[in-house]
C-alpha cells in the first residue's frame, strides 16, 4: 500500500499537467458552451482564506463569477467549499464576496460541504437539481477545471464548462471589496491536514469520499465499485 501511494502521489501532477497539456483551449471551449447559455446555474469551487485578503485564485474565480452573472450568462451562482485548511467555509466567504460585489443574495447558492475539487462539481451539482436546475455549468481556473473533465466525462454529469479567460477577466475591475468574515467562521474548526494524512487528502482528491445517489452511478460497474457510499 505504501508503494502504491507513493507512485499515486508521484503521478498526479503528470495526470494533471497531461489533462491541461492536451485540454482545448479556455477560450475554444468557452466558445463551444456559451452556445448554450444562459444556464440556470455555475458551480465555483472554493479556496482557502487566511481571514485578511482573498488570494489571487479566489479572486480570480469570485470575479469570473460576477462576470458571468452580470452577462446573463449565469442566473445563480453556486460557491463550493467547507471549512478545509483555515476556520473559514470557502464558500460562505467566497458568497460574501459575490454579494459585495453585486450579485443579489437570492441568486447565491452555498455548498459548505465539500472538500475536495470533485466534491466540489459533484455536490454542488446535487444543490443545483434540488433547487430544480437544469443547465448547470462548472466555473473555474482552466488547470482546475481540466482537471476536472474525465470526472465529469467518467460519470457522465450533466455539467457543462466554463473556464476563465485571462484577457477577459483582466477587463475587469479587480479591486477587493470589503466584507465582514466573521460570519463565515466554522466553529471547533480542526484543518483537514490534522484529520487526513496526504495519502487521504489524494483518495478525496480522485473523489474517494464522495456519498453518491443512486441515480448518478448510470453503469453497473460504477454502481457495484461505489456501492457502499450510496446515500438516501
Known sequence: MKLLSIITFLSLPVFLGGCFLFAPSAQKTNRKYLQKAPYDAIIVPGVPYDGKHWSEAMRNRVQWSNYLYKKGIAKNIIYSGSAVYTEYEEAHIMALYGEALGIPKEHIFMDPRSE???ENVYYSYRLAKK???QKIALATDPFQLNGMRQFIKKFE???DLLPIVKDTLLKQDL???TINPDA???PNFVSIVNRQSKWQRLRGTFGQ???WKEED???KHLRKKY???IEN
Do not use: N
Open 116 to 118: 475536495h475539487s470533485t
Open 131 to 133: 433547487q430544480g436546475f
Open 157 to 159: 454529469l450533466p455539467v
Open 175 to 177: 479591486r477587493e471589496p
Open 184 to 186: 463565515a467562521k466554522r
Open 209 to 211: 469520499y464522495i456519498c
Open 217 to 219: 452511478l448510470k453503469k
Open 227 to 229: 456501492g457502499d457510499r
